[in-house]
């Protein structure tokens, strides 16, 4: 663990995951009305069909950490470890298909390192070898990862809380303003979304939604 618990529970609240396949309009566009909405943390995903490669996609991640950096908004980069050392990214989140863990924060030092955990055993796992956070999915239903498991509800983020695993965790998949208080109710420390602001008309208002949802629940907790 490189980060401050409740520095980390704090960042997660509206964690705003998106890579270039995942808007209609200009990604930069996108991520700065996202962070004026209310984004708290940001991640670039550039996965799937017609994705980024090399030199463009580089270019894009750093144009993208550029906007992050005069909000403070700290970028974290997916899977591609090389690519956060070499602009200094501020974190990587990887899954359990990528490096280990421990392997990966000892090449990041104390960068922000998230992992997506799916059993009680992966989470023990990732704690024990230094993660700041667990993301954990799908909570519902996505189109937006191909790839996803089975969706989980609550009953994973219940059972890991019930273990009285206290790490930073944050809830992903087919999450809306709509549907986000639940989550946050039985112990997540925010939400991770990629479509409820990336395709939404006004990614800004998708944010402001989302962060007053998970906020209105916070502070009666
Ligand atoms: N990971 P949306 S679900 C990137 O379950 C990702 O680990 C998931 O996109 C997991 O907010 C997912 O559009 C996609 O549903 C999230």
Redesign the pocket.
């Known amino acids: 663990m490189a980060v401050n618990p409740q520095a980390m529970k704090n960042l997660l609240k509206v964690y705003f995951?998106m890579g270039s396949t995942?808007c209609h309009q200009n990604p930069e566009k996108v991520l700065q009305a996202a962070i004026q909405g209310g984004v708290t943390l940001f991640q670039f995903?550039e996965?799937g069909a017609g994705c980024l490669h090399g030199k463009e996609k580089e270019s894009l991640a750093k144009k993208l950490q550029a906007i992050c950096k005069e909000s403070r908004i700290p970028f974290i980069v997916?899977d591609d470890i090389e690519l956060a050392l070499k602009i200094n990214a501020d974190g990587v989140h990887i899954?359990q298909d990528d490096e280990t863990a421990d392997t990966v924060r000892r090449k990041i030092g104390s960068k922000i390192l998230g992992v997506?955990v799916?059993s009680m055993k992966e989470a023990e796992t990732a704690i024990r070898q230094g993660a700041d956070y667990l993301?954990?999915?799908?909570?519902?239903?996505?189109?937006?990862?191909a790839d996803?498991?089975a969706v989980?509800g609550l009953s994973f983020l219940t059972e890991l809380r019930s273990a009285d695993i206290k790490i930073p965790i944050v809830g992903?998949?087919?999450?809306t303003f709509e549907n986000a208080s639940p989550l946050i109710e039985a112990g997540a420390d925010g939400v991770?979304?990629?479509?409820?602001i990336?395709?939404a008309d006004s990614p800004e208002k998708a944010a402001e939604k989302l962060y007053d949802a998970v906020n209105k629940i916070m502070r009666n907790a």
């Open positions: 995951i995942n995903r996965k997916n899954g997506s799916h993301g954990i999915g799908p909570i519902y239903p996505t189109s937006t990862k996803a498991k989980q992903i998949g087919g999450i991770s979304v990629i479509s409820a990336s395709q």
